[in-house]
């Protein structure tokens, strides 16, 4: 679907929350549509990009003249560059509320949660809507796309560019490494070696699924371990990557403790890990890891789209025992397992089964997600083929 507009879930709770709120911010990563959105939604808003330099410098110079040229609020792109405008914004919006004037309504975008989410916390708690727009999922694609097999889904990721055709997979893929994640990562921090960092970044690609190791990263790639976790941290402020946490309670200490690693996207994983088709795909051997990678997504972008805090665990125990996920609601927990295999086996809801025994009353739920479609082992309770399947539903 060339150059087409592509209806996203989120837009529903961006909408009721504009009803409540007078600024709503939305972060999330470079290029998963985030000006599109806001464009479509708010039509009759000015729009202004912090990216553009001489705007940046007309905010820099006099803030306060800069918002008071749009007397009923404007659409604020790339704000991450000037996050002080959160500051001045708060001003306005207490004004406005102290002498009952129109409301003013001003949507403020960033591609870095690190400095929007400091200044949110400091200058407008209570007073704003902060939403997260992720790449595209499953759902939202058209019926034929997402019908599509899981190694062209896990491949493509979900950037909107890549299933509008507006470009090819690799060159958007080779150029947003370079254009976006190296840039942002110097600009946060001065990285002294480019060679190192791009080491780091294929082998966290590398270990996909698997508990992140400082250490061992920063054995591998030469450099210490607090560079090491520096640049995670710049990674994870910039939507690239993400630790999944385990969960624990008092049963702590029959508990690994240390977080998985993940990219919110995987295509740009496979791109870094040299997957350029389906072939090469479907005989790596972080196949699984990738469409591990992929559902597990696909349940935190289904949170963030109703905007929800996200709630995703993964269980693991000494003994090797593990849950892929587990989602916690109050006192309750849902219980899945993440098989790539298209075939199914009664092994797969074997420690689903140990869980509910360790937690007697507390599992809500337990389901199988695996990439299988004959129609008997569909019919059974608990499998889900990685299409269908809703943490919500």
């Known amino acids: 679907m060339p150059n087409s507009f592509i209806n996203r879930t989120i837009s529903g709770e961006i909408l009721a929350s504009s009803r409540e709120y007078r600024v709503i911010t939305i972060t999330g990563p470079r290029q998963s549509g985030k000006t599109t959105l806001c464009k479509k939604l708010f039509p009759?808003?000015?729009?202004?990009?912090?990216?553009?330099?001489?705007?940046l410098r007309e905010?820099?110079?006099?803030?306060?003249?800069?918002?008071?040229?749009?007397?009923?609020?404007?659409?604020?792109?790339?704000?991450?560059?000037?996050?002080d405008i959160f500051s001045y914004l708060q001003v306005e919006v207490d004004k406005d509320i102290f002498e009952n004037t129109k409301k003013r309504m001003f949507?403020?975008?960033?591609?870095s949660n690190f400095a929007l989410?400091?200044?949110?916390?400091?200058?407008m708690a209570g007073r704003t809507a902060v939403l997260t727009l992720l790449p595209l999922s499953i759902h939202e694609l058209s019926p034929g796309q997402r019908a599509l097999p899981a190694s062209t889904l896990t491949l493509n990721g979900g950037y909107p560019s890549v299933w509008n055709e507006s470009v090819s997979r690799g060159r958007f893929f080779r150029d947003y490494y370079t254009t976006y994640i190296e840039r942002d990562a110097r600009k946060i921090v001065n990285i002294k070696d480019l060679r190192a960092f791009q080491t780091f970044m294929t082998l966290c690609a590398g270990r996909v699924g698997t508990e992140f190791n400082a250490s061992a990263l920063s054995n591998e790639v030469g450099v210490t371990s607090i560079t090491i976790n520096s640049w995670l941290n710049i990674l994870a402020a910039s939507y690239i990557i993400y630790l999944l946490p385990p969960y624990h309670e008092n049963i702590g200490k029959r508990l690994v403790k240390t977080p998985k690693i993940y990219f919110y996207d995987t295509g740009l994983a496979?791109?870094?890990l040299g997957i350029e088709n389906e072939e090469q795909f479907n005989t790596h051997p972080l196949r699984g890891a990738l469409f591990e990678n992929m559902v597990i997504n696909e349940m935190i972008k289904e949170q963030a789209n109703v905007g929800k805090k996200n709630q995703l665990y993964f269980y693991r125990d000494k003994s090797g025992r593990e849950i892929d996920a587990i989602y916690t609601k109050a006192q309750y927990l849902q219980a899945f397992e993440i098989k790539s295999a298209m075939t199914y086996n009664k092994n797969f809801f074997k420690h689903l089964a140990y869980l509910e025994k360790l937690f007697p009353g507390r599992v809500s739920r337990s389901a199988v997600i695996y990439d299988?479609?004959?129609?008997?082992?569909?019919?059974?309770?608990?499998?889900?083929?990685?299409?269908?399947?809703?943490?919500?539903?």
């Open 44 to 55: 009759s808003l000015p729009y202004v990009n912090l990216e553009d330099i001489s705007t």
């Open 59 to 83: 905010v820099e110079k006099d803030a306060k003249r800069f918002i008071a040229n749009y007397p009923d609020g404007a659409v604020i792109d790339e704000a991450h560059n000037f996050p």
């Open 107 to 111: 949507v403020v975008t960033g591609s």
């Open 117 to 123: 989410l400091e200044r949110i916390t400091q200058s």
């Open 270 to 272: 496979a791109y870094l």
């Open 372 to 393: 299988g479609t004959a129609a008997t082992p569909e019919t059974m309770e608990g499998l889900y083929n990685f299409r269908d399947f809703r943490l919500f539903g």
